[in-house]
C-alpha cells in the first residue's frame, strides 16, 4: 500500500498556485537556463568570426561546432544517475560551477585543439545542468500549471540565446576580430554570480525527496506554501488517483537502468528520443549555423548575428505561449501544431524568393520550430515514474542530442558546400515529421493529469482526480 503521509503530502502539493515562491522557484531555474543559454550561444557567433580570422577548414568548423554537444552528451549519463540518487540542486550547482571557470579559460587559448577540448570538457557540466530545470518543474509544479510553468523558463531560455548575439555584436564592433571572439568567453564567468541565490533560494525537488524517505522537509516546504496560498493544512487529504499509481508502481524493477529498455519505458524512450532529435536537428542548425546561412545569402556578418539572435527571442515567447496551449488543449495536440507550422517555414526558406516570403519562414521556423521545446522536453519528464525520472531524462537527452548536436551538425559544413541551404531546409522538414509521428500517433497524453498518473508504469483505471478524507 502507499505510504498515507507521502499520498497526503503529493496531492496538497499538486493543489499549490502559483504562489509568489512558486513563480521564484520558476524565476531561479530560469537563470539557470539563462547561464546555460549564454554559454552555448556562443558557438554560432564565434564561429562565424573564427572562421574568416583562423581561415578555419570545414572539417574545423565542424569539430568546433560539435565539441560542447559531445561534451553535453559524456556529460549526461552520469549526471543523471548522480541526480536520481544524490539530488537534483547538487547537479545543478556544480554543473554551473564547472561550465563556467571552464569557459573563461576559453578566452585564453590560441588554436584550434585548445578551444575544442575547452568546449568539450565545458560542455560535461552543460550536460549536467541541461535537462535539470525542466525536470525539477514537472516535479514541482501541479499538473494544471506544469506546461505552463516550464514554457516560462524555456522561453526565458530561448529568448536568452540572442543575448551571445548581442555581446559578440558589440565585441565586432569595438575590437579587432582576433579579440573580439574573446569577449564572449570572458563573460561566460558571470554565471557564477547565480550560484549565490540558486544555492540559497532553490529547494531540492519534493519528489525526489519523497524518493530519499525526507517526508519532514517536504512536509515543510509545502505547509509553507500552503501558508503562502492560505490554504489549510488538511492532513487527511487523499488522491486516489495518486495513491493507485504508487500502489501499481514495481519499484523494485525501477532500481537500475534495465527498467529503461523494458516495456512500457522502451516504447515510450524511444518515441520521444525520434521527436526530441527532430526538434533539436533545427534548433543546431539554427543556432551554430544560423548565421552562416544567413551570410549565405548577401547578408552581412553582423546583421547575420543579429537577425539570428532575434529568432531565438521570437522563439521565446513562443515557448511560453506552447505553456499555456498544451495545458488547455492537450501536449500532442499543441506538438503537432507546432511540428506542421515549423515544417511549413522551413519549406519556405528553402524556396524563399523575396523577402516577404523569408520574412514568413523566419517567423514560422523561429515561433514555432524554436518554440517547441517546453512540451517536447516536459513530455520526456513524464513518461518516467520519480525512481528513473533523472536517468530517463538524461538518456534521451544524451541520445537526441548525440544525433542532432554531434551527428547531423559535423556534416552541416559539407552538406552547405555540397547542396546548398536548400537541401538543408528540405532534409529539415521531411526530418520533423516523420521523426515526430510515432509520438503524436502512439505518445501517451500526459496534460492535465498528476505526474503520478502520467508516468505510471501500469495504466491506472481512470485520471481524474477523486478526492478523500482518510
Known sequence: MANRSEVNLLTRLD????????????????????AEAFDIGIVGPVLTTLEKSWHLASWQVGLL?????????????????????FGRRKVILFGILWFSVLTLLGALVSNVESL??????????????????????????????????VGYANGILTAAYIVPSVVSLWAL?????????RVPFLLGGIPLVMLIP???????????????????????????????????????????VIAEMLDATPHDMLNTLKA???????????????????????????????????????VAISNSILYTGIM???????????????DRFGRKAILAVYVGLATIGCLLFAFAGSAPIAFAAGFLTAFFGLGIFP???????????????????????????????????????????????????????????????????????????????????????????????K
Not at 117 to 127: N, P
Not at 319 to 325: D, I
Not at 429 to 446: H, K, N
Not at 457 to 465: H, N
Request: glycine share 10%.
Open 65 to 85: 561546432a560539435i565539441a560542447s554537444t559531445v561534451g553535453i552528451v559524456l556529460g549526461m549519463l552520469p549526471s543523471g544517475m548522480i541526480a536520481d540518487k
Open 375 to 469: 512540451v517536447s522536453k516536459l513530455c520526456v519528464a513524464e513518461q518516467y515514474p520519480t525512481d528513473v525520472r533523472g536517468r530517463g531524462v538524461y538518456i534521451v537527452e544524451m541520445a537526441a542530442r548525440g544525433l542532432s548536436g554531434i551527428v547531423t551538425t559535423y556534416f552541416i559544413p559539407f552538406v552547405l558546400k555540397a547542396g546548398g541551404d536548400l537541401v538543408i531546409f528540405l532534409g529539415i522538414a521531411v526530418v520533423l515529421v516523420v521523426l515526430s509521428i510515432p509520438f503524436l500517433v502512439f505518445g501517451r497524453e500526459t496534460a492535465r493529469v498528476q505526474l503520478e498518473y502520467a508516468s505510471a508504469i501500469v495504466p491506472g483505471k481512470s485520471p481524474e482526480r477523486k478526492f478523500s478524507h
Open 116 to 149: 575544442f577540448a575547452i568546449r568539450l570538457l565545458a560542455g560535461v557540466g552543460e550536460g549536467a545542468v541541461l535537462p535539470m530545470p525542466y525536470l525539477i518543474l514537472s516535479e514541482f509544479t501541479g499538473h494544471r500549471r506544469r506546461a505552463v510553468s
Open 260 to 298: 529503461l529498455v523494458r516495456r512500457p519505458l522502451f516504447g515510450r524512450t524511444a518515441m520521444v528520443i525520434m521527436h526530441l532529435t527532430a526538434a533539436l536537428i533545427l534548433f543546431y542548425i539554427l543556432q551554430v549555423f544560423g548565421p552562416t546561412l544567413l551570410a549565405t545569402r548577401g
Open 198 to 240: 540558486i544555492y540559497l533560494w532553490l529547494p531540492e525537488s519534493p519528489r525526489y525527496l519523497l524518493e530519499r524517505g525526507q517526508a519532514g522537509r517536504v512536509q515543510k516546504l509545502v505547509e509553507s506554501l500552503e501558508h503562502e496560498a492560505s490554504l489549510p493544512h488538511d492532513e487527511k487529504l487523499h488522491d486516489d
Open 312 to 326: 531565438m527571442l521570437l522563439a521565446g515567447f513562443g515557448s511560453v505561449c506552447q505553456g499555456y496551449l498544451s
Open 173 to 181: 564592433h569595438n575590437y579587432p576580430a582576433d579579440y573580439a571572439w
Open 15 to 34: 493543489r499549490i498556485p502559483l504562489t509568489p515562491r512558486v513563480v521564484g522557484i520558476i524565476f531561479l531555474l530560469s537563470l539557470v537556463w539563462l
